[in-house]
């Protein structure tokens, strides 16, 4: 998906870091279709999915992105990563560049899951195996292949029944 370009010239006349805020802007000129009444205050609203956004022009753009953009005088051409993982946290020190391998390394490991494809831990303790059926002619189909003690015991189950 390919993202909107930043208006950087509007950006600079308008916004300033402010690691302090949340969003981590600050209005620093009024857009035309408001008042004084912005000027010095926190630019950007906190969106539902917990990542600060901002409209500028009319569009609607992350906070995180802007203030990438607004420290690098640059337009980011990858997705931008929170170093620390935390969404609201759009300090320059906390965002980078990142292609998809490098946002996939940041993050956080789901309980419950495993590394292992196939292999999840239960809410008893024990691990379950199972894995989906290539090739059966119905898609989504599962084969389960019961519950394991052990993470390992688990992956070593699929890996036998695969073969």
Not at 23 to 35: Q, T, Y
Not at 60 to 77: G, K, M, S, T
Not at 144 to 149: A, K
Request: with cysteine; hydrophobic share 35%; aromatic share 10%.
């Amino acid at each position: 998906m390919p993202f909107i370009p930043i208006p950087l010239t509007w950006v600079n006349e308008h916004l300033e870091l402010a690691p302090e805020l949340g969003s981590g802007l600050r209005w620093k000129k009024a857009p035309a279709n408001n008042k004084k009444r912005m000027l010095g205050q926190m630019a950007g609203s906190l969106g539902q999915k917990g990542y600060w956004k901002i409209r500028m022009q009319g569009k609607d753009y992350r906070c995180h992105r802007v203030v990438w953009a607004l420290e690098n005088q640059a337009n980011p051409c990858l997705t931008i990563d929170h170093k620390n993982r935390e969404k609201g946290d759009n300090s320059a020190s906390n965002l980078r560049l990142a292609d998809g391998y490098l946002q996939a390394q940041n993050q956080r490991w789901r309980g419950g899951s495993s590394w292992y494809p196939g292999v999840s831990l239960l809410p008893s303790g024990r691990w379950m195996a199972q894995y989906h059926i290539l090739g059966s002619g119905r898609p989504g189909r599962k084969k389960y292949l019961g519950t394991f003690r052990t993470e390992e015991e688990a992956w070593q189950a699929i890996q036998e029944d695969r073969r």
